[in-house]
C-alpha cells in the first residue's frame, strides 16, 4: 500500500507578531490622467456634493460618455464615496456611463422614450422606424422637409 506525500508548504503572513504588512493601497484607484482632466474640466467651480450631477453633465457634454476612470476621478476630486457617484451616474438614463473594458458610445445616440405617454403619442412606432433605416442618422425635421 502506497502512502502519497503531500509535501508540506510554509505560509507567509504578510505581517509577523506587532509587525505591520506592507501598506497596499485599498479601493478602486484613481488614474492621474482622468483626474488631471477632471481637474481641468471643473476648473474654479466649488466641489460641493449638490453640485455633482451638473459635474457629471459637465463630463457627459465634453467626453460624450462618462468613463469609470472620470468617476474614480471625480469622487476623488469631491471627497465623495465612488459607490455615491457611480450610482447616481447610473441612475439617470441620459449618462452613458463606460466601464473598465466596454467599447466607447457610439458618436451618434438616438434616444426614444418608452414611457406610457410616449407609447400612447407613438414612441413604438418610431422605434420600429428608425431601427428599419439602419445607421444612417437622418432623423429629425431636416431630414423631411415638407
Request: hydrophobic share 40%.
Amino acid at each position: 500500500m502506497s502512502h502519497d506525500v503531500q509535501q508540506v508548504r510554509s505560509f507567509e503572513h504578510p505581517g509577523e507578531g506587532r509587525k505591520r504588512a506592507k501598506s497596499t493601497p485599498k479601493g478602486r484607484q484613481i488614474d492621474p490622467q482622468a483626474a488631471e482632466e477632471i481637474v481641468l474640466l471643473l476648473g474654479d467651480r466649488p466641489r460641493r456634493r449638490d453640485l455633482l450631477i451638473e459635474h457629471l453633465h459637465l463630463i457627459q457634454d465634453t467626453c460624450h460618455q462618462i468613463s469609470a476612470a472620470h468617476l474614480a476621478a471625480l469622487a476623488d476630486e469631491m471627497k465623495l464615496a465612488f459607490a455615491e457617484v457611480f450610482e447616481t451616474a447610473t441612475f439617470y438614463a441620459h449618462f452613458d456611463v463606460v466601464k473598465e473594458g466596454e467599447p466607447d458610445v457610439p458618436p451618434l445616440t438616438v434616444r426614444v422614450c418608452d414611457s406610457l405617454t410616449c407609447a400612447m403619442l407613438g414612441a413604438e412606432k418610431l422605434l420600429q422606424e428608425i431601427a428599419e433605416r439602419g445607421p444612417a442618422p437622418e432623423f429629425g425635421w431636416c431630414a423631411h422637409p415638407a
